[in-house]
């Protein structure tokens, strides 16, 4: 289709004309004159901004060259203005150019956006970024939290993101400019307290730690540290708003700091070092925001965060600085109460509160797309009816990043239709999500079945456990009895064949997440029951099926796994830097290097070489006992390190 501008914003031209282009449409200036061969009259576009807090679409089909069709947008706020575009492209896709329509929706959040993760080993290039902010663009979502513990440039510390693919400062000013032509407010997130574990490694960062991911409150040399982090990462960006982190410091306190100082409370040491860094960025002219998980743990019983009795009132506790937003993270509640009763005790904290929920690429090497579902379902519908006007939908990819980002879209969706509806429903997401990927929504609806067969529950991840656990060890063989892998992940497979098969018009980022996971599907179905089969076999005694496990089913194992490490590796490489890379490397590199092992041991035995194989003679024990009557039977465990070993690591 072909699009005229007649009116609109200074500035929405060329971001306009970049969404249409994606899409195989194109956009003219007034007066331009079309290129030739191009005899499709054009609609005519006009673009406002309102103060009304809505988007709208009002198309009105023409009857030929007199009376040309004509469109007219009107948003509060630039991205909502290119969702509005994109809606009408959605809806001229779907019903032609000759039906006339209107579209309006509520705005119900003034700022809501995504955190992406680039801190845990997948540090996401510079494009991938750029094509982030062009479907937030589209979503009409406005704000992009970076979260970049160690990965950005700090010259003063040269050892500061060494080696993690850390993005310059040119870098990010690049991308903040281009985030703010699409009305998009890129916003740094740092740590300026715990999760500093790569960063206090070196010996050059020596005499900062107090446990070895906590800086040392309190410390002169610690807050010319900081200054010079809060300066270099906020330096690039357009905004004056900076997420400081300061959640989950568990041991504060505990480890150098109390050797040095003695026991001093947590209260005291958060409430010094807070007011200490908000010193800093007054004198950087900056907004801070934190986590709140370190104030709403001051009055737990237990030092937890979500065990306070829902009715508690808060009014009287210990609180942040005024001028410090907190922003309440909570991924796991199903329940709309417990939202409404923490963001209401989040607000006798502070009159300043921002809500984060999750995408849950965090689970292993396949989304959590049912936990996503269950947990932002209830809370945006309590962040809507509490008034909270902003939201954030977190990317973690904790344990190295095993599940590309690009596997939670669904999620990243999910949570932008809840900025534009009371309540979305599922049919609103599918076109949605099939607009914008040319995927269709049952199918990525696929890559969260990985971890859900018969018998699991929300945070199970048998899809990682059973393609990292040792195949003669088998860590995690007594926790799968009677489930038939085999045909689930063969079943799998199957399915996403098909849909690769039947969408050759998704996207190309789209299909490379969907062949990602037809090779992981394909690898699991033969490497997740070999170990009960050894196991068995040996038990037995059964010689010949030892053989053919050793001669046939393990090599097909390790074919099956190189072909998904390669698959991984491409998508890695359109997603994110290389570097981080070489952890998932070592991860299939020890794996294969172990099935090569027990295909020699096992050979050895059925060839009379050796007497025995003592680690299938260990009894296979549950790595979480189950109990009886007890439906849930799988488990989850998400460290690399506790999978493939029982041994340290």
């Given at each position: 289709?072909?699009?005229?501008?007649?009116?609109?914003?200074?500035?929405?031209?060329?971001?306009?004309?970049?969404?249409?282009?994606?899409?195989?449409?194109?956009?003219?200036?007034?007066?331009?004159?079309?290129?030739p061969g191009?005899?499709?009259?054009?609609?005519?576009?006009?673009?406002?901004?309102?103060?009304?807090?809505?988007?709208?679409?009002?198309?009105?089909?023409?009857?030929?060259?007199?009376?040309?069709?004509?469109?007219?947008?009107?948003?509060?706020?630039?991205?909502?203005?290119?969702?509005a575009?994109?809606?009408?492209?959605?809806?001229?896709?779907?019903?032609?150019?000759?039906?006339?329509?209107?579209?309006?929706?509520?705005?119900?959040?003034?700022?809501?956006?995504?955190?992406?993760?680039?801190?845990?080993?997948?540090?996401?290039?510079?494009?991938?970024?750029?094509?982030?902010?062009?479907?937030?663009?589209?979503?009409?979502?406005?704000t992009?939290?970076?979260?970049?513990?160690?990965?950005?440039?700090?010259?003063?510390?040269?050892?500061?993101?060494?080696?993690?693919?850390?993005?310059?400062?040119s870098?990010?000013?690049?991308?903040?400019e281009?985030?703010?032509?699409?009305?998009?407010?890129m916003?740094?997130c740092?740590?300026?307290?715990?999760?500093?574990?790569?960063?206090l490694?070196?010996?050059a960062?020596?005499?900062m730690q107090?446990?070895?991911?906590?800086?040392?409150?309190?410390?002169?040399?610690?807050?010319?540290?900081?200054?010079?982090?809060?300066?270099?990462?906020?330096?690039?960006?357009?905004?004056?708003?900076?997420?400081?982190?300061?959640?989950?410091a568990?041991?504060?306190?505990?480890?150098?700091?109390?050797?040095?100082?003695?026991?001093?409370?947590k209260?005291e040491?958060?409430?010094?070092?807070?007011?200490?860094?908000?010193?800093?960025?007054?004198?950087?002219?900056?907004?801070p925001?934190?986590?709140?998980?370190?104030?709403?743990?001051?009055?737990?019983?237990?030092?937890?965060y979500?065990?306070?009795?829902?009715?508690?009132?808060?009014?009287?506790?210990?609180?942040?600085?005024?001028?410090?937003?907190?922003?309440?993270?909570?991924?796991?509640?199903t329940?709309?109460?417990?939202?409404?009763?923490?963001?209401?005790?989040?607000?006798q904290?502070?009159d300043?509160?921002?809500?984060?929920?999750?995408?849950?690429?965090?689970?292993?090497?396949?989304?959590?797309?049912?936990?996503?579902?269950d947990?932002?379902?209830?809370?945006?519908?309590?962040?809507?009816?509490?008034?909270?006007?902003?939201?954030v939908?977190?990317?973690?990819?904790?344990?190295?990043?095993?599940?590309?980002?690009?596997?939670?879209?669904?999620?990243?969706?999910?949570?932008?239709e809840?900025?534009?509806?009371?309540?979305?429903?599922?049919e609103?997401?599918?076109?949605?999500?099939?607009?914008?990927?040319?995927?269709?929504?049952?199918?990525?609806?696929?890559?969260?079945?990985?971890?859900?067969?018969?018998g699991?529950?929300?945070?199970?991840?048998?899809?990682?456990?059973?393609?990292?656990?040792?195949?003669?060890?088998?860590?995690?063989d007594?926790?799968?009895?009677?489930?038939?892998?085999?045909?689930?992940?063969e079943g799998?497979?199957?399915?996403?064949?098909?849909?690769?098969?039947?969408?050759?018009?998704?996207?190309?980022?789209?299909?490379?997440?969907?062949?990602?996971?037809?090779?992981?599907?394909?690898?699991?179905?033969?490497?997740?029951?070999?170990?009960?089969?050894l196991?068995?076999?040996?038990?037995?005694?059964?010689?010949?099926?030892?053989?053919?496990?050793?001669?046939?089913?393990?090599?097909?194992?390790?074919?099956?796994?190189?072909?998904?490490?390669?698959?991984?590796?491409?998508?890695?490489?359109?997603?994110?830097?290389?570097?981080?890379?070489?952890?998932?490397?070592?991860?299939?590199?020890?794996?294969?290097?172990r099935?090569?092992?027990?295909?020699?041991?096992?050979?050895?035995?059925?060839?009379g070489?050796?007497?025995?194989?003592?680690?299938?003679?260990?009894?296979?024990?549950?790595?979480?006992p189950?109990?009886?009557?007890?439906?849930?039977?799988?488990?989850a465990?998400?460290?690399?390190?506790?999978?493939?070993?029982?041994?340290?690591?």
């Amino acid at each position: 289709m072909i699009f005229r501008l007649k009116n609109a914003p200074e500035g929405f031209e060329g971001p306009a004309a970049e969404l249409l282009k994606e899409r195989g449409h194109r956009l003219y200036a007034s007066g331009e004159d079309m290129l030739p061969g191009e005899a499709q009259p054009p609609v005519e576009l006009c673009a406002a901004l309102t103060e009304e807090k809505k988007v709208s679409v009002v198309y009105t089909a023409g009857s030929g060259d007199e009376t040309p069709s004509a469109a007219a947008l009107c948003a509060c706020g630039r991205a909502f203005l290119f969702r509005a575009l994109m809606r009408l492209v959605r809806e001229l896709e779907k019903r032609g150019t000759g039906e006339s329509f209107q579209v309006e929706e509520k705005v119900w959040l003034d700022r809501n956006g995504v955190m992406l993760d680039c801190s845990r080993n997948s540090v996401l290039t510079a494009e991938r970024i750029r094509w982030y902010i062009r479907l937030e663009a589209s979503l009409g979502m406005n704000t992009l939290m970076l979260y970049t513990e160690d990965t950005y440039e700090v010259p003063e510390y040269p050892y500061f993101g060494a080696y993690r693919g850390r993005y310059s400062a040119s870098e990010l000013r690049e991308l903040s400019e281009y985030a703010d032509r699409f009305g998009i407010e890129m916003i740094p997130c740092i740590q300026a307290l715990a999760h500093l574990k790569n960063a206090l490694r070196w010996e050059a960062m020596r005499g900062m730690q107090d446990t070895d991911d906590i800086l040392m409150a309190g410390g002169e040399e610690v807050y010319r540290f900081l200054e010079a982090c809060i300066r270099r990462a906020t330096e690039p960006f357009l905004t004056k708003r900076v997420h400081l982190g300061m959640d989950e410091a568990w041991s504060l306190g505990l480890g150098s700091y109390l050797h040095k100082n003695g026991y001093h409370p947590k209260t005291e040491i958060m409430a010094d070092h807070l007011e200490r860094v908000a010193e800093i960025c007054r004198g950087l002219g900056l907004k801070p925001m934190i986590w709140s998980d370190m104030y709403l743990r001051m009055s737990s019983r237990d030092n937890d965060y979500y065990d306070i009795p829902l009715d508690s009132d808060l009014s009287g506790a210990v609180k942040p600085p005024e001028d410090v937003t907190l922003v309440y993270w909570d991924y796991y509640h199903t329940d709309e109460n417990f939202y409404r009763q923490y963001l209401r005790m989040h607000r006798q904290l502070s009159d300043q509160v921002i809500f984060a929920g999750g995408g849950w690429v965090w689970n292993g090497l396949s989304p959590n797309l049912k936990g996503a579902k269950d947990t932002t379902e209830p809370a945006m519908r309590a962040v809507k009816k509490a008034g909270i006007r902003e939201a954030v939908c977190t990317m973690w990819q904790d344990d190295g990043a095993e599940t590309p980002m690009g596997a939670g879209l669904t999620s990243i969706v999910r949570f932008a239709e809840h900025g534009f509806a009371e309540e979305v429903s599922e049919e609103a997401l599918k076109e949605e999500f099939e607009f914008l990927t040319g995927a269709s929504w049952e199918g990525f609806g696929l890559l969260g079945e990985f971890d859900r067969p018969q018998g699991s529950a929300f945070y199970d991840n048998p899809s990682k456990y059973l393609l990292y656990q040792d195949a003669l060890i088998g860590l995690f063989d007594g926790q799968i009895g009677g489930w038939d892998t085999q045909a689930y992940y063969e079943g799998l497979k199957e399915k996403l064949v098909k849909e690769l098969a039947e969408r050759p018009e998704a996207g190309d980022y789209a299909r490379r997440i969907l062949s990602l996971y037809v090779r992981l599907a394909d690898a699991l179905s033969v490497k997740a029951p070999l170990g009960e089969a050894l196991y068995n076999a040996y038990e037995k005694k059964d010689m010949a099926g030892l053989r053919r496990l050793a001669q046939e089913q393990i090599p097909l194992a390790m074919e099956k796994i190189r072909a998904y490490r390669d698959e991984r590796e491409a998508l890695w490489q359109e997603e994110s830097r290389i570097f981080g890379f070489e952890v998932f490397d070592i991860r299939i590199g020890g794996l294969l290097a172990r099935l090569e092992s027990a295909k020699k041991r096992v050979e050895a035995f059925v060839n009379g070489e050796t007497e025995r194989l003592p680690e299938l003679e260990e009894k296979r024990l549950p790595f979480r006992p189950v109990q009886e009557g007890e439906e849930h039977t799988l488990c989850a465990c998400n460290s690399w390190k506790m999978i493939v070993s029982a041994s340290p690591v």
